[in-house]
């Protein structure tokens, strides 16, 4: 692979994952160990996430849309800009129990994109809701890597150029408590274990504990 970005597993413990260069997802089985091309041309696919329904929901930053690509690789655009405006970039995406999708918008400009404008000049944690009203929730230096827990109903945001790691409580849909500093780390991506530790990727993985102290890093 060429760059392998935004690995999400399904109900039963497949992988997708992406190799954004190439424009690619790839599929690993877990009961047989193998890998396989899921789709080409995917809108230059980056952060991904698969929804109730195990439809894989992607951050495809080619055009700046979130898609809905089914099993049977049907694509659906889910969203395409805020208040009619191109989004810079999505990165990376958490989908929480109302059928919404929290996003980063980052910006990182992309040799593949023509004609490329930048309309919206912050960069923007965003909620797209059910059905499809999206909010501007914070700006950042330079969001990225986004988790989420339903169970502990907290969301965690990257900010990784100020190198700072935040959470907010989840208080309903698309309703979040004023940010706080998790821990002084940003990351490309994260993902959080039964236990509620944080996994940041950087530098290898720090695994942060639920108070935000580091404990180990692989």
Do not use: H
Not at 56 to 84: M, R, W
Not at 129 to 151: A, D, R, V, Y
């Amino acid at each position: 692979f060429s760059f392998t970005e935004g690995p999400a597993s399904d109900k039963i413990g497949n992988v997708c994952f992406t190799d954004q260069p190439n424009d690619k997802i790839y599929f690993w089985d877990w009961k047989t160990n193998t890998i396989e091309l899921f789709l080409d041309k995917t809108g230059r696919a980056n952060g991904t996430y698969f929804d109730k329904n195990d439809d894989l929901i992607t951050c495809s930053d080619e055009n700046g849309e979130i898609l809905k690509i089914s099993k049977n690789k049907e694509i659906e655009v889910l969203s395409k800009g805020f208040e009619g405006k191109r989004l810079n970039g999505p990165n990376d995406l958490w989908l929480d129990d109302f059928g919404g999708i929290y996003f980063t918008d980052p910006l990182y400009e992309r040799d593949y994109w023509e004609n490329f404008k930048q309309e919206i000049p912050q960069k923007n944690l965003y909620y797209r809701n059910k059905i499809g009203i999206i909010s501007k929730l914070e700006t950042f230096t330079q969001p990225n890597g986004i988790i989420g827990s339903k169970k502990l109903k907290k969301l965690y945001v990257s900010d990784i150029d100020a190198g700072k790691t935040f959470v907010y409580d989840v208080l309903g849909e698309g309703k979040l408590s004023e940010k706080k500093l998790f821990c002084e780390m940003g990351s490309d991506g994260m993902t959080l274990d039964s236990q509620g530790n944080l996994y940041l990727t950087g530098k290898g993985v720090t695994i942060f504990n639920k108070n935000g102290e580091k404990i180990k890093n692989i």
